[in-house]
């Protein structure tokens, strides 16, 4: 796990202007650091050390026959097998690392490695048999790669931050991707990022610069669509479920996991512990009000039962503000989760106690349908092919997962979508934009609901588009500003696939919600868990924190003449706004906290 940064082309970039940006992803790499500049490109790395402590595995790493340089950023977590295989293809190893099997991977078979891997990953490969630089990241962008063209060249790295060191004139706030966050909680959905310019690589690709005239044309390796096509057998999703957190435990370096409490992260504990015989440090965040303390009570019961120690990470709410402030600037944007907070306060926990290496229940509701919407549409799929049983088992689970009231509501969402995006632009955050910029991005982001669209559909666009690449962002950029990598299970490529491949059998049609994660619990003897049903997310006090003192830090910073956001909301729209989460916080409080957010970037990264 590592920070990378640098640039292709003839670009006026000397070494100590790329060790100056290298250096500000120190947090990224703080075990070793490295720089190489070649013909026409140039790249940086800082080092986490996770698999392979030793100095063999240094970078940049260089292949002494061909000349072929890498940079990289992240896990392959099947590298043994892979490495057993390139041995048998006559390649030799000097180290253990997983870098090394990535670069003898890309050797033996070029664009065509990344189908092979298993993994998290931003990688950067010069090539001079080509004349080239290929960047690529993993299918789903768990790692994070941004790039930035210029006139001579691109630029890229790990975090936006340093390509600002190397290029200050793209220091400017992209207002769309604002408006975009303020008005319709889109994040990350496409290739902009908060900075105007700058540019993510999207997930699942590969793009090859030339070095006298680079250009970043990505290709696509991988989609779910394509990847889907198959048949998956009913019961291989929990053999590879457990291969997959058997995989994510390969490490050199303590492993712990994030335990919430609730069904994806037990699941990850009962298959540590009863499957595999490991027994990771659980974390799990606490906060003094009493309405979060149901998960902390869930969590010590789920530790306790698999016998792993335990521990609580308080997050104090009189330093959630300035802690914010430091958050931002490491996510180099806003986000629209106060989940950073309690993350950022449990990740610097993990470091303190030398566990540097996280698994995490991150991609669970995308992957097996947790989402109200995957009921909702397929309770009204149900009703269009007047399958009476089915509607009604769906009606059930729905209620017992989210509420009935709930549940009516997200039916009426899916089912009648222009009254939702009526609703949403006469009452929600594109209310609080100027004028200019909602009639700029409401076209291009507005939620655009898709009346009949099957459940596997909205997943797809949940898994790559509306939910999952906002909190890929904020998880890595938080995990890895202190020095800790985190670990997905449930977003192996093969898990989804087989989540895909078997919708029907995964509870939607059944009396019973993320049926599969449910039976594994019961047949680990986490029954009662299994069948709880008060688990509501990742719940923070945010929403009591801001209707404190009349609103009082809301209006500090929104309401004051220097507020920045004021340049791109209207300012009685926003003291409207405050006066709304006085009265029902539930509804308002997470467009409030969107706002405090740009806002506080603004103020810490825009000069």
């Not at 890229?156 to 060191?165: C, G, Q």
């Not at 299970?489 to 059998?505: H, K, N, T, V």
Request: hydrophobic share 40%; glycine share 8%; charged share 25%.
């Amino acid at each position: 796990m590592c920070g990378i940064v640098g640039y292709v082309g003839e670009c006026e970039i000397d070494r100590e202007a790329l060790d100056r940006a290298r250096d500000l992803l120190v947090h990224r790499g703080p075990d070793d650091k490295g720089s190489v500049f070649g013909t026409h490109f140039g790249f940086g790395v800082r080092r986490l050390a996770i698999i392979d402590l030793s100095d063999a595995a240094h970078m940049p790493m260089k292949d002494q026959h061909t000349g072929v340089t890498l940079v990289y950023n992240g896990e392959i977590y099947n590298h043994i097998e892979l490495r057993n295989e390139l041995i048998t293809r006559g390649h030799t190893f000097a180290s253990r690392s997983d870098s090394e099997v990535l670069l003898r991977a890309y050797i033996e078979w070029g664009y065509d490695c990344f189908r092979r891997f298993n993994g998290m990953w931003a990688v950067a490969i010069a090539d001079p048999r080509s004349r080239t630089v290929l960047l690529s990241r993993d299918r789903l962008g768990v790692k994070p790669l941004y790039c930035a063209g210029i006139a001579s060249g691109v630029v890229f790295a790990s975090e936006p931050k340093a390509i600002l060191s190397l290029r200050p004139e793209f220091r400017r706030p992209d207002a769309a991707a604002i408006g975009k966050l303020i008005g319709f909680s889109r994040l990350y959905d496409d290739s902009h990022t908060f900075y105007e310019g700058v540019r993510s690589v999207p997930a699942g690709t590969y793009a090859l610069l030339d070095w006298d005239s680079p250009s970043l044309k990505p290709a696509a390796y991988w989609s779910i669509t394509e990847s889907t096509r198959g048949s998956v057998g009913k019961s291989d999703w929990r053999e590879l479920f457990q291969d997959s957190v058997k995989l994510r435990l390969r490490s050199d370096v303590p492993v712990g996991l994030t335990l919430s409490g609730g069904i994806d992260s037990t699941s990850i504990l009962a298959v540590c512990t009863e499957r595999l015989g490991r027994q990771p440090i659980c974390f799990t965040s606490r906060f003094e009000e009493d309405e979060t303390s149901a998960d902390l009570s869930w969590a010590v019961r789920a530790a306790k039962r698999a016998n792993v120690e335990h521990i609580a990470v308080d997050a104090p709410k009189e330093n959630w503000i300035s802690s914010l402030r430091e958050i931002v600037k490491i996510m180099d944007g806003p986000g629209y989760s106060p989940a950073v907070y309690p993350l950022w306060l449990l990740m610097g926990r993990a470091r303190e106690m030398g566990v540097k290496v996280i698994l995490e229940g991150q991609g669970a509701d995308e992957t097996f349908g947790g989402y109200p919407q995957h009921h909702a549409l397929a309770f009204q799929h149900a009703i269009s092919r007047a399958n009476a049983s089915s509607a009604y088992r769906l009606w059930i689970s729905g209620s017992a997962a989210y509420g009935p009231l709930t549940f009516a509501q997200w039916i009426l969402r899916e089912t009648v979508p222009q009254l939702f995006s009526w609703y949403q632009l006469r009452f929600r955050g594109p209310n609080l934009l100027r004028r200019k910029l909602r009639d700029q991005v409401t076209g291009e982001s507005s939620f655009e609901l898709t009346p009949g669209q099957s459940v596997a559909s909205r997943m797809a666009d949940d898994l790559t588009k509306r939910v999952l690449p906002g909190l890929l962002q904020y998880g890595d950029a938080v995990s890895m500003a202190q020095s800790v990598e985190a670990r997905q299970p449930y977003l192996d490529y093969r898990l989804i696939e087989a989540a895909f491949s078997l919708l029907g059998d995964f509870g939607y049609f059944s009396r019973e919600y993320k049926r599969p994660l449910k039976q594994l619990l019961r047949d680990s003897g986490y029954s009662d868990l299994a069948a709880r049903e008060d688990k509501s997310g990742y719940a923070t006090p945010v929403a009591a924190w801001l209707r404190e003192g009349g609103g009082a830090i809301p209006k500090r910073l929104l309401l004051s003449p220097n507020s920045r956001i004021l340049e791109f909301c209207e300012r009685p729209r926003v003291q409207e706004l405050i006066e709304k989460v006085q009265r029902s916080p539930d509804f308002a409080a997470p467009i409030l906290y969107k706002v405090i957010a740009a806002e506080l970037w603004l103020q810490e990264c825009i000069s």
